[in-house]
């Protein structure tokens, strides 16, 4: 009977690890893997700095002859020579010479620091110092943030903004990451029609699921393409045959065709193998999973909010470990605002707007109600072995941003 | 003289908010909505769900029908019709009858309740009860999720994936967003190369900036194309004008020559007007802004650390509002793991690992060490008017993720 023996969560999601898979790995170019996931260990090929370099615009010199110089008692140096970026000096600093330096350029030999110009004064040739600086002073030591044959980074890392900068000075111009998976969201339901302004048919309801899931899975480093099947079982059977094919990983959404118990299962079944299907959460329940064609497949819920949320409990992860990147649910404690009632046996995600504090589920919950989503900014958890929370009592909770690609 | 008198960072931030620029609008196709901002209220034009609505396959009928239905006392009721999903159906249910429903169908006249299929058995004409349910009971009602007429997103918002489902729902199949701004990172620094395995010239480095920047402008919305500048005011010149004409923002790194303190800034006073050059803050002191042919001129570091410092600081807020999104730093409470000095009147962003309970600063922290942005999730806040904080201390963090997008 439908969903009359239902999988504890902790099994439905070990069937998903089970049945991982990893992406392939592709080169692209430097400027192409922002926010990609590292398939290489990154070993620098250069020093970074590769000498010892300026960081200001002034003086080179010996520190030792800046000592005692204030604004009382000023000491004049000779200048011999200018460097700037990107130009090399092979001048040697001797006693009581300095070098016009800019920054970034290559500190010369014998010089040990570099004095700001706002401190000096000169009239090109003759330079008065007003204040003293210690050897090593505004010089960045050559290596100093990477030394050339190190691993600076591991493969499986996440590049954001700084690690493509490090990945550049290691004097990378292309970087091998995972592939991003191809997901094929196959949306089912006769009485779907697509967002209109104008009066809908009778019996007819605007297709949601289109835009939230394949936005969903876009924020989990997906490529998301989208095709529509009827509610029969060949149609379906067409669509996830033809998907098994080309794409890594198949997602339907709704799919329960009259007095047929769920024709999309009946599809995977058909096709491939049912890992599970009716799961002990609250919402989504008649979430499902199985393998046709060695390719991941999610049947989803026609409800919104019961959608998405079986995205996040089971696809997400799946998702980011395609890609090579470690997920865990980051489980912060709050304090909750209302008391939660909850049924033994089954895990419970609840929409929730939380803060530093507190959090506070929101009150109308129908898996239909997508506006519940958009008020709330949290799941609040509730394990299968609790029958609820008071108010006051300190709660689990998941923001969604912590869930973001 | 360079730098001499800095500004405090909040003079410098007030002086970007009063050049605030706010993007224009573009109608573009929902598909394409997720992650901009809505520059106009929405407004259902239906309702959702449009009818009342079975949220169950199974049998709709009258809930009075069904108390005291149970295992062993089951009740029988007769089949007088089948619903599907996008179908209508004009029976009215009387005392005793019972049709087929498929989640999603319109809820017949006269019936209030849906029975689950796994509590019936049938023959087809005959359907025998084992369960009961109350009226109402797997029903979602119409405009249980959204009412026509009503506002339910307001402009200004940021559209999630949970949003571009209760956009559609609404009708919408276009919406209102705030264009994107276009950014023009002009890379100026004699010393740069692009990234290559092989040996790099004496006295040159590899540009990083042109790879940091960029990603960290798009993590805030914006579009970046990139230019690159030799150090004299002429070159710069040149890039800043044309930039000004075809762009809505522009970002400028390095550009410090030898002996004129800061051409970039030099090219900005002339082309147009400082804002400011020079703030109290650690890294990324010698930051600037002005404005050129009424564009915001950002004008960062040249070392990395700095100029991705001085970006969250100054530029991040700036593309948000740019786009109608509010935007303000998050700032938590952690305990303080090592003891950390900061000097008066200065205010540090000091580059951190933190998690749910500590935050501890990354050790090597020149300006040029990119390492320590990978290294580092966060950053300390220290007050201009704090002089650091002893181990144990509670202090303000703010985590990098919560800075993004």
New interface residues.
Partial sequence: ????KLDSLNDAVKLIDENQKVMDIEEVP??EA?KRVLAEDIIA??N????D?S?M?GFALRGVDTFGASQSNPKTLKIVD???????CDKVINEGEAI???????IPEGADAVL???YTTDDGEELTIYSQVTPGENV?PKA???KKGEK??SKNTFI??????????????SVKVFKKPKVKLIIT????V????EE?D???????????????A??SGAVVSISHAG?TFEEVKEEVEKASKDYDVIMTT?G????K?DVVLDVVDDLGEILFHGVAIRPGKPIGAGIVNDKMVFTFS???VAA?SQFDMFARKYLFKMQGRDFDWHI?QREAKLKIPSQLGRTDFIRAFSD?TYARHVL?R??????S??E?NSYIIIDENDEGYQKGDIINVVF???LLW
């Avoid at 200018?82 to 090399?88: C, L, Q, R, V, W």
């Avoid at 016009?100 to 290559?106: L, R």
């Avoid at 697509?194 to 302004?197: D, L, Q, R, V, Y």
């Avoid at 009778?202 to 969903?216: P, Q, R």
């Fill in positions: 009977m439908f969903l009359s430097l400027a922002h090929y250069h970074s700095p590769p000498f370099k960081a615009d200018a460097i700037g970026a990107g130009d090399f016009v330096i800019a920054t970034g350029a290559p700001m110009k706002e960045s100093e943030d990477i600076i980074l954001r903004y700084s690690e493509m900068g490090l990945i550049a000075s290691a004097g990378y111009d339901g006769n009485e779907l697509e967002p209109t302004k809908i009778k019996a007819k309801i605007i297709n949601s699921n289109k835009y939230t899931i394949k936005a969903i876009e924020d509610d709704g329960t065709a009259i007095s118990g026609g409800q919104p998405m912060v530093d109308n129908g898996s239909g109600i997508i506006r989503m958009v709330a969604f941003d912590s």
